[in-house]
């Protein structure tokens, strides 16, 4: 377990507490809403363990005037964020509360959490060798970081029910598309580690 690193990708308040940027817009799943439950006794279990928690958190960097800096595509997705959601060091911006604190906390700008990140030197800096990865959604930055992941060489072990996307059948292909690169595997097998 020592160089276990649980990767918990986007579980913020913007995205998964009824007040965060999402709440207020009424998106989200109720897949998505059942992960922070499923998940604390695995974050308790790989803590006790003396494995790593490791957050990523989708950042919106404030520019000029304190506008975020919103890519457009997420633009027309989500025409609802707006200024102060997402902002570094902000409530929106934390890990949901039944999470966190994680060991280590990572700011990201785009899909996957080693883009332009320090994701990679932490996991190095750590030992780091085997990656345990859940969050949301399955279909984006999930997939995105665990394909970065696996170039990387790390092994990544994919928590099929630890993940979420706002169908269960965008879930499943996004899952699919990851057994060439990922051990798939559950949060309870995990516990087990």
Known sequence: MHTTALLLCDLQNDFLHPRGAYGRAGCGAPEIAALPARLAPLVAHVRARGGLVVSTHFTLVPGRGGEPFISPHLARLRPFVKRGDFLPGGWGHAVVDELGPADVAVEKIAYSAFYMS?????????????????????????????????VRDFHVSLLEDGCGAMTPAIHAAAVEGLRPVAEITSVEAALKF
């Open 118 to 150: 320090r994701l990679e030197w932490v996991l190095g800096r750590a030992g780091i060798t085997h990656l345990l990865v859940a969050g949301i959604v399955t279909n984006g930055g999930v997939a995105s970081t665990v394909r970065d992941a696996h």
